[in-house]
T-cell receptor, first 114, second 114 residues
Framework: AQTVTQSQPEMSVQEAETVTLSCTYD???????LFWYKQPPSRQMILVIR??????QNATENRFSVNFQKAAKSFSLKISDSQLGDTAMYFC???????????FGGGTRLMVKP | NAGVTQTPKFRILKIGQSMTLQCTQD?????MYWYRQDPGMGLKLIYY???????DKGEVPNGYNVSRSTTEDFPLRLELAAPSQTSVYFC?????????????FGPGTRLTVL
């Protein structure tokens, strides 16, 4: 079985500042994929960033970057220059290599304050 | 492209009633998924399908049934609604079942069983 844990139920950050959301996971597979999804109040699930486990280089998408520590099974999300539109629930997710099991963490509610 | 569409957006059921949640995608994706999201929690996989005529159980399949007669449609059936099935239901699709491919999500159906 694979598990995903997000230890921060809620976080807040001032607009334009940087915030880091934590995620740890467990899996017995040698290759797997990690994702961060954003869920704004509209409920729509939006992919923010993805990381393949065998790629050592940390993924980056504009203001979003990850710190992937494979040995520690840690996958944190850094949001730089936070914007009001970043206010949302953020879910860390782990996919097995076959792609038929996507496991989500419990989520972190992020509030960006003006 | 409309992407993944779900109907209805909201529904209230009485205990013991039945209903079908509809899901359609127009991206010609072979792989489709149903998730449920309980309040304050991450998503959990109910059922998935790797192509027309092929379905398989996910993490929480009890109380649900699915069918996949076409590539586009993947309806979820609740036969005897129970209060424990009060949740938000998300349908998703992806191009491939390989773990790195993004799953595209519908807007969700909020179901309340009273």
């Amino acid at each position: 079985a694979q598990t995903v844990t997000q230890s921060q139920p809620e976080m807040s950050v001032q607009e334009a500042e940087t915030v880091t959301l934590s995620c740890t996971y467990d899996t017995s597979e040698s290759n797997y994929y990690l994702f961060w999804y954003k869920q704004p109040p509209s409920r729509q699930m939006i992919l923010v960033i993805r990381q393949e486990a065998y790629k050592q280089q940390n993924a980056t998408e504009n203001r979003f970057s990850v710190n992937f520590q494979k040995a520690a099974k840690s996958f944190s999300l850094k949001i730089s220059d936070s914007q009001l539109g970043d206010t949302a629930m953020y879910f860390c997710a782990l996919s097995n290599n076959a792609g038929n099991m996507l496991t989500f963490g419990g989520g972190t509610r992020l509030m960006v304050k003006p | 492209n409309a992407g993944v569409t779900q109907t209805p957006k909201f529904r209230i059921l009485k205990i013991g009633q039945s209903m079908t949640l509809q899901c359609t995608q127009d991206m010609n994706h072979n792989y489709m998924y149903w998730y449920r999201q309980d309040p304050g929690m991450g998503l959990k996989l109910i059922y998935y399908s790797v192509g027309a005529g092929i379905t398989d159980k996910g993490e929480v399949p009890n109380g649900y049934n699915v069918s996949r007669s076409t590539t586009e449609d993947f309806p979820l059936r609740l036969e005897l609604a129970a209060p424990s099935q009060t949740s938000v239901y998300f349908c998703a699709s992806s191009y491939s079942s390989r773990g790195g491919y993004e799953q595209f999500f519908g807007p969700g159906t909020r179901l309340t069983v009273l």
